[in-house]
């Protein structure tokens, strides 16, 4: 296990935007198009190019709950500038895809939506490393399936994953959620989440346009099904991490109110081989968006472009 410092399409694609895109510039080209996920729902993707010439490697971004793919869109324009295309969905209930807003159908759905989206990755870029990069909910979605399905990665990258919460819910209400799951799974209910738990803004126009606030497609809504399937995923992903046997970059900062550093901690300890752990002192739980985003987005890059 290494420590921080060595690296500071199927058939029924519904292309929407030709490959110029709906935006360009010296570096980057963005499409978009819907794709029919599991449980015969829509689901949203952008994708990010590189502005001439094939990518060096495609990344599958999975994005954190409440949130979609769009808020990604610095952080892809940047891996897109040095030669990636980067695929950005929505997960289901997510932005623009379709579903109840904050709920998740099953752990294994959410699972096969990822799975999809990878055999569209590797569909639209044949023959070039293909990496999985997810965050927060994203983050154990993607870990969960690196072990259970095995996909052909050249990497993976988790920043903050949701194995645990940093906090532990009252024994009471966790009893109620789970008896929900079961009864009404899809009750629609609020998180709690505060936005300065999120990240720190550093007073630029840039920083504030990352706010969730006044973001139409971001939410702090959850169901009781949503939450235990997530929870209980993490807790099986960390007893069963030694099945991993793909390259990990694993960040999670020390600071974080959110999701649980020390689950990462553990995390990294049982897969003992192959996972690059970087604590990320003082940082919050969106690292890419927080005081030392430009560092962690070059790490992230850094890690990548070794494993090529």
């Excluded at 959620?177 to 009404?184: C, K, V, Y």
């Excluded at 497609?217 to 793909?246: C, M, Y």
């Amino acid at each position: 296990m290494s420590q921080r410092g060595s690296y500071n399409d199927r058939d029924d694609v519904q292309q929407g935007i030709a490959d110029d895109g709906i935006e360009a510039s010296d570096k980057v080209r963005r499409t978009e198009w819907r794709v029919l996920g599991t449980g015969v729902n829509d689901l949203f993707v952008r994708e990010w190019l590189p502005a001439a010439g094939k990518p060096k490697a495609v990344i599958c971004l999975a994005h954190g709950h409440g949130e979609h793919g769009e808020r990604y869109a610095h952080v892809a324009k940047e891996l897109a500038a040095d030669g990636y295309a980067i695929i950005a969905y929505d997960h289901y209930g997510h932005g623009r895809s379709q579903g109840k807003r904050g709920h998740m159908l099953s752990m294994e759905a959410a699972i096969a939506d990822l799975t999809l989206m990878l055999e569209q990755c590797a569909k639209r870029h044949a023959e070039i490393p293909l990496f999985l990069y997810g965050h927060s909910m994203g983050g154990n979605i993607a870990l969960n399936c690196a072990i259970r399905t095995k996909p052909d990665l050249a990497g993976l990258v988790l920043t903050s994953p949701w194995l645990r919460l940093a906090f532990k819910p009252p024994a009471v209400k966790e009893w109620l959620g789970r008896r929900l799951a079961t009864f009404w799974p899809s009750l629609p209910m609020s998180t709690g989440l505060k936005e300065e738990d999120l990240f720190r803004q550093n007073g630029t126009e840039a920083s504030r346009s990352r706010s969730m606030k006044g973001d139409p497609l971001s939410h702090t809504t959850i169901t009781p099904r949503a939450f235990t399937e997530i929870q209980d995923a993490g807790e099986w992903a960390i007893k069963h991490v030694n099945e991993l046997h793909v390259p990990l970059l694993l960040l999670h900062g020390t600071a974080d109110r959110v999701t649980s550093y020390v689950a990462s901690k553990e995390l990294a300890d049982g897969m003992r081989e192959g996972c690059d752990w970087n604590p990320w002192q003082d940082g919050l739980h969106e690292l890419h968006n927080d005081l030392q985003g430009g560092e962690a987005i070059a790490c992230i890059k850094a890690w990548m472009n070794d494993k090529l």
